[in-house]
């Protein structure tokens, strides 16, 4: 199967030429995806070199002109280190554009920390107004990033990893999906986790919901699974852990409920590794899952 990244750069450049307002920013990183793209619309796809500042501020730049940017690198570069950039380029001046990340949380890990981001999506959900899409499978990513260079001139962050469900689901942009139905409790499933989570909780009377989108937070969901479920909510997301607990419990408000994050710990790891010996180290195997989820939610929900 190929990645999410993979479908990036044909998608994209799809787009250059269907909508005369879709520019694409790099800096080196993806350029090779794009050369066929740069010959055909040379005023349209800009490498601004390692330069990250540059990168969201040029973003920024089109957008004002009326364009529709689609900027990319890794999560760390393209979050972190020019998040003055994103506040105010494209946050405080109301610029839109369409911020597309690789890497992930741990997705190259002999990149060291440098090349990790699991705090991005709780780093842009201290600004207003991003909407905030993390596929599980390259399938959606495909759907996610159409939506995302649709969606006017909002602000967008569009966040590819390697890891990937065994299939997609059809996604729309917006809501949660119910995968599963039980009454123990409710899971969210955020994009990559979900084959972890429905093996987890194969077995355990427990409704499994899917978000692909996260950014708006569909409250309406969560509140419609717990009609049916006992209102205690496990949040297992590719990133920072807890980063979805304080909108799950603003969706809740009203009612008596108890909310569970699960995701990527904030302790640093220091050795490489790989994939799977960070996605076990964080508690995000299926194992682990089922223990913490299972803890939660009680042995009456085994059905």
């Not at 717990?226 to 607990?245: F, I």
């Not at 909108?247 to 799977?276: C, K, M, S, T």
Request: charged letters at 25%.
């Amino acid at each position: 199967m190929d990645t999410m990244r993979d479908r990036f750069a044909p998608v994209v450049s799809r787009l250059l030429d269907e909508d005369p307002r879709v520019a694409v920013v790099l800096a080196e990183i993806g350029k090779d995806g794009f050369t066929e793209a740069r010959r055909r619309h040379p005023d349209r796809v800009i490498n601004v070199g390692i330069r990250e500042q540059l990168l969201v501020s040029a973003a920024s730049g089109l957008a004002l002109t009326g364009l529709r940017p689609v900027v990319h690198t890794f999560a760390s570069f393209l979050v972190e280190r020019p998040f003055e950039q994103v506040k105010l380029d494209l946050g405080h001046q109301n610029a839109g554009a369409v911020l597309v990340s690789a890497s992930a949380s741990f997705d190259w890990p002999a990149g060291g920390f440098t090349h990790m981001s699991p705090g991005d999506v709780a780093l842009l959900d201290t600004l207003d107004g991003w909407t905030v899409h993390v596929p599980g499978h390259p399938d959606e990513a495909e759907t996610l990033l159409r939506h995302a260079v649709a969606a006017g001139d909002d602000k967008v962050y569009v966040r590819l990893s390697v890891q990937a469900n065994t299939r997609g689901l059809a996604v729309d942009g917006t809501r949660f999906r119910t995968v599963r139905e039980g009454r123990a409790g409710v899971v969210v499933a955020v994009g990559p986790m979900l084959d972890a989570v429905l093996d987890a909780t194969e077995g355990l009377d427990v409704t499994v919901l899917y978000a692909s989108t996260v950014r708006p937070f569909d409250a309406a969901a969560l509140r419609r699974a717990t009609e049916t479920a006992r209102a205690d909510v496990v949040l297992v997301e590719p990133y920072l852990a807890g980063t979805s607990t304080a909108a799950a419990n603003d969706a809740l408000a009203e009612l008596p409920h108890r909310v569970l994050g699960l995701g990527v710990g904030r302790r640093e790891l220091r050795r490489y590794g790989g994939i799977d010996e960070h996605v076990a180290a964080h508690g995000l195997d299926a194992g682990a899952l089922r223990e913490r989820i299972g803890g939660f939610v009680g042995a009456g929900a085994r059905v």
